[in-house]
């Protein structure tokens, strides 16, 4: 493999003094030198020839014994020197102190087509950050990151991508619902790759020690390296850099919020500042709509992190890394218009964004209470919010709301429950949905179009990567293999996967790894 090494974060940013992956608190430092753990015995489980693309490596490359011997962490590319970041942050609401990368090595950053991706192994051994850890990941975590990774991209939301999957041949310790009943399980590593991995808590980590030296050496080449276009200076340039960030975070929350993904950990650790979304860990899909529903089993009693509270912890977050950058800035009120104006914006997007999958043009006034109405009545009863949708497609202009309530029957987990007052609402909402659709000039047909668009008919539920796990664990990767495939078109029928298109079964409701997860990984 021919590739272009370009460390330029390593080379323009302050470095730890000692080498060594030991645990410890780092000063003045925004990253540490580490080596990754050598696996016994590596082996390719799965790779995306389309991010292998992206850094310059052919098909045929990353079959090779160097490709694996690479993204496995068993040998380290030649002029490169590995390192893992340096960061604090806020989880589940309060303050942590450091963090940093605790399994998490960057092996390069590699410069193709005139663009720049670093390279990181998640999984590769333990870093100066790895407090009580052991820096390793398990299988079932990581076939979870390497397939939602390229999922969500081709669901077109902004994210890490995910270039391959390892087995290491080592076997890991986790107790998996953290109840004393450790087991082992197989070791991997997953390569991962974006523009970069800074996130909200690199700035919050400076400002906490009150390094303000470093706290603008990161910014102004955060600034210079991913922000290229703001052309501000002095004071200026920080505000502007922090309505970008706010804007792109907007973004990706709405994106969120459309196709129904709930992160789990929306720690200021895990919040990229390029607006990606970042470590994937007990993530989820709302199957049966609700507002309240969380993946996490740690965030199963307060729920800080469920699915309709994601915006407001979005602006939780940037109310901290608006307090990082403060002493860049010494002027509290121009953080406080972008924080007010990502929330009038977020609102506005929001509607906008279900007016799309609702199919509407027009913006009209009375949309908001459409909008509002079906959130209510969507939790009447079980439904589930991507075959809802996805069916919408269907209704016609002319329909009745009783043949309405047939279309979308599929969705509905326990349809004998939709009678009475249910059907009522039902039926009277849907009353409304088609006047409302009359007053469109689109058709029927360019209406389903648009809406197949945005609403998808395969995202990754958790029983589906659940099944791809077990089967795994058992040698055989046609799973993996067949959803990587199914999940690079989402939003097409797919007639021959027709199989993946189906609510949630009765098994998986309440199944540790179907249906919530721990942290464990």
Not at 69 to 83: A, D, F, I, M, R
Not at 195 to 223: A, C, H, M, V, W
């Amino acid at each position: 493999m021919q590739l272009k090494i370009n460390n330029i974060f390593s080379s323009k940013l302050p470095a730890d003094s000692l080498e060594t992956n030991e645990t410890r608190q780092v000063l003045n430092a925004c990253f540490s030198y580490v080596t990754p753990r050598i696996p016994s015995n590596p082996k390719l489980i799965h790779v995306s020839d389309e991010v292998a693309s992206l850094i310059g490596i052919t098909k045929e490359e990353t079959q090779s014994e160097v490709f694996l011997e690479v993204v496995s962490g068993k040998k380290v590319l030649q002029n490169t020197k590995p390192y893992a970041m340096n960061y604090a942050g806020h989880q589940f609401g309060n303050w942590a102190g450091q963090l940093g990368d605790g399994r998490a090595i960057i092996l390069t950053e590699i410069e193709y087509n005139n663009k720049i991706l670093v390279l990181q192994l998640k999984g590769a051994g333990s870093t100066p950050y790895s407090r009580r850890a052991d820096g390793l990941a398990v299988l079932r975590s990581s076939i979870r990151e390497h397939l939602c990774s390229e999922a969500m991209f081709h669901l077109g939301i902004p994210t890490t991508r995910s270039l391959s999957l390892i087995l290491t041949g080592d076997d890991v310790l986790r107790d998996v619902m953290y109840d004393g009943n450790p087991d082992y399980e197989k070791g991997a590593v997953v390569c991962r790759v974006a523009p970069s991995f800074i996130r909200f808590g690199n700035f919050e980590l400076f400002t906490s020690q009150n390094d303000l030296k470093t706290l603008q050496q990161l910014t102004d080449y955060t600034i210079a390296n991913l922000f290229p276009k703001i052309m501000d200076e002095g004071k200026d340039k920080y505000i502007t850099f922090f309505k970008q960030v706010a804007d792109k975070t907007r973004e990706m929350i709405v994106h969120w919020q459309r196709v129904g993904f709930v992160h789990g950990v929306m720690n200021t650790d895990n919040m990229s500042i390029l607006g990606l979304t970042i470590d994937y860990g007990p993530y989820g899909w709302v199957e049966n709509y609700t507002l309240d529903w969380t993946p996490n089993t740690t965030d199963k009693e307060h729920r800080r992190y469920r699915f309709g509270n994601q915006p407001e912890i979005a602006l939780w977050n940037l109310l901290q890394l608006a307090n990082a950058l403060y002493p860049l800035i010494e002027e509290a009120a121009p953080l406080e218009n972008i924080l007010e104006e990502y929330q009038k914006l977020y609102h506005e997007n929001y509607i906008d964004m279900m007016r799309g999958k609702l199919g509407l043009e027009l913006k009209l006034k009375e949309d908001y209470k459409l909008i509002s109405d079906l959130e209510s009545i969507l939790q009447l009863s079980e439904t589930d919010m991507t075959i809802f949708f996805r069916e919408l497609n269907y209704i016609k202009k002319i329909f009745s709301p009783g043949c309405c309530i047939t279309i979308i029957e599929e969705a509905f987990y326990k349809p004998e429950q939709i009678k009475k007052d249910i059907l009522k609402a039902w039926e009277r909402w849907f009353k409304i949905y088609l006047h409302r659709l009359n007053e469109e000039d689109e058709d029927d047909e360019n209406r389903k179009i648009s809406m197949n668009k945005v609403n998808p008919k395969y995202v990754l539920r958790n029983y589906m990567a659940h099944l791809a796990i077990e089967a795994a664990n058992k040698n055989d990767y046609s799973i993996i293999n067949e959803l990587h495939e199914v999940l690079k078109n989402p939003y097409d029928d797919q007639i021959q996967h027709e199989k993946w298109y189906v609510k949630r079964p009765d098994w998986a409701k309440d199944k540790i790894g179907s249906s919530m997860l721990s942290c464990s990984s």
